[in-house]
């Protein structure tokens, strides 16, 4: 019997290798994928915030055109405000341009709103990531709640846009998914606009849809404050000398009649503790190295080198140095001819009275028939002088190129209030000096608020002034004190805008 041998056959392994390459590539492409899929979600979550920070530039380039306009309407830039806004026409239900800027302002006198869109070819142009189309929309108002002191602030509302680059997908990049990751603050608007869709806008009603191209939008209201001269209890704008001859500076408020009683000043309500009637700040616009007389307030020197002391309750600063505008003839004016008449009717709050005259020697202004309130404005050219006389309800305002004198007790303000006295110096030709002198007479307080910053104000006697006052410089014998009403900070002729309040909406 033959014995056969068994030949042993190799099993073959290619069949087991393909597998495993093919799950391994499997395995490779899956995760190639995913992080394909987590860097295109990250790469499009990073664009499109990168675009909502952007549109907060647009936002803020909106206000700040707004608010330009705003400075404009009293002459600053000497670019005339308002150019192309538009109004809203009641009677095509549409908006259309303003005529000009009176138009413009008429609107928002009467309460209502005007606006301006960046035209597409001035859009802001980005090279960054995240957008590269950047436009804003603007809205102006001024309700009768932002009329201070006869003068208007502005609300200004701007909305920034950014354009988004990809789809019109977003998402959120919070690990947990929790709504109060910061992200969930970023709202695009990637098929119809969210805020119209919600609220509503100047142009669409509350539930309108309004199809956009992905863009984030951010919405910011700026408050535009004007900026008056009454902001100090003195300005001194002369080179040398000390600024004061006075043994007091102190300050109320006409408008704490808890504290002062029918707005008028007493010193029995100062309290250093609780800050009342220590708010008076003096600035000078030299270099002095010393101060006298007691201050319940602050001093402030333009490169002076001057020390707190016990009579001075608040701080002193030697590196202070505002602008003061030169105090020129009022728009209105017209060539005077004749002096003014001994008496005057004011015009009314909505309509007050303009003259414009060669001097004054004695002036008596009562208010309209039938009013309770009344506003006057003068002019003159020439002399300040005799005595002033300001009727209960009446407020005055006298622009003057010539010197004012009068002894104290002529200057009767029946209001008992600075605010119803403005006296303005205009600034004379360079090399010519001009002098506001008050003559001795009976003591007694005497209410009115001063913009001379050209004029030498020189007192004799001993009364006491409460107001404000800006002047060149100051002179007297010693004996005279002065109040600060902290209630001017607001009156006075507008000659800035500052920035009052900032917010987002982050609806």
């Known amino acids: 019997m033959k014995t056969q041998l068994a030949i042993p056959i190799a099993k073959g392994n290619g069949g087991s290798s393909l597998i495993i390459a093919l799950l391994t590539l499997s395995t490779l492409s899956l995760v ?18 990168v675009g909502w920070e ?19 309407t009293i002459g600053t830039g000497g670019t005339s405000p308002w150019n192309n806004w538009k109004k809203f026409d009641s009677t095509t239900s549409t908006w259309i341009t303003v005529t000009n800027s009176s138009d ?14 960046l035209p597409s070819g001035s859009h802001l142009v980005s090279g960054g990531q995240g957008t590269a189309d950047l436009w804003y929309h603007v809205e102006v108002d001024s309700p009768g709640s932002l009329i201070v002191s006869g003068n208007r602030w502005y609300r200004i509302r701007a909305t920034g846009y950014a354009a988004l680059t990809g789809q019109a997908r977003a998402n959120n990049d919070s690990p947990d998914g929790a709504r109060t990751h910061n992200d969930m603050l970023r709202k695009f608007d990637l098929r119809i606009d969210h805020f119209i869709k919600r609220y509503g806008d100047y142009a669409h009603a509350a539930g309108t849809s309004v199809p956009v191209t992905p863009q984030a939008t951010r919405r910011i209201e700026v408050i535009a404050q004007p900026t008056t001269p009454f902001g100090k209890a003195f300005v001194v704008m002369g080179t040398t000398g000390n600024p004061l001859e006075a043994p007091l500076v102190d300050s109320y ?10 707005g008028l000043y007493n010193s029995g309500s100062r309290n250093p503790h609780t800050g009342t009637g220590t708010n008076a700040t003096v600035y000078v616009n030299a270099p002095i190295s010393s101060y006298s007389g007691t201050l319940y307030g602050n001093l402030e020197t333009n490169g002076g080198s001057a020390t707190k002391t016990n009579n001075i309750s608040g701080t002193v600063t030697n590196t202070a140095s505002i602008n003061v505008p030169p105090v ?19 015009g009314t709050t909505s309509s007050p009275s303009y003259g414009s005259y060669t001097s004054i020697n004695d ?32 407020t005055l305002k006298i622009w003057f190129e010539g010197d004012f004198s009068m002894k104290a007790r002529d200057i009767q303000n029946l209001n008992y209030n600075s605010s119803n006295l403005q006296f303005y110096g205009i600034d004379p030709p360079a090399g ?6 008050i003559g001795s007479g009976n003591p007694g307080f005497r209410y009115f608020s001063l ?17 404000s006052f800006i002047v060149k410089n100051l002179s007297g014998n010693g004996n005279t004190t002065w109040h600060y009403d902290e209630a001017l900070a607001t009156v006075g002729l507008v000659t800035a805008y500052q920035r009052a309040m900032w917010v987002e909406d982050e609806r």
């Open 54 to 72: 952007a549109a907060l530039s647009a936002a803020e380039a909106g206000a700040d055109y707004g608010f330009a306009n705003c400075r404009w």
């Open 432 to 437: 010519q000096s001009r002098s506001f002198d």
């Open 253 to 262: 408020d006409s408008t704490d009649t808890l504290n002062y009683p029918g």
């Open 32 to 49: 190639g994928a995913t992080v394909l899929m987590n860097l295109n979600s990250r790469y499009n979550y990073t664009q499109k915030a």
């Open 328 to 346: 020129t003839a009022p728009s209105w004016k017209v060539t005077a001819s004749s002096p003014a008449p001994s008496v005057i009717t004011a």
């Open 451 to 467: 913009d001379a910053p050209a004029y030498d104000f020189s007192v004799n006697g001993n009364p006491d002034f409460c107001g």
């Open 104 to 117: 413009a302002n008429n609107q928002l006198v009467a309460g209502n709103k005007i606006i301006y869109d």
């Open 363 to 394: 002036l008596t202004v009562v208010l309209p028939v039938g009013q309770t309130q009344g506003v006057a404005n003068i002019y003159v050219t020439g002399n300040v002088q005799g005595g002033i006389t300001v009727s209960p309800g009446v």
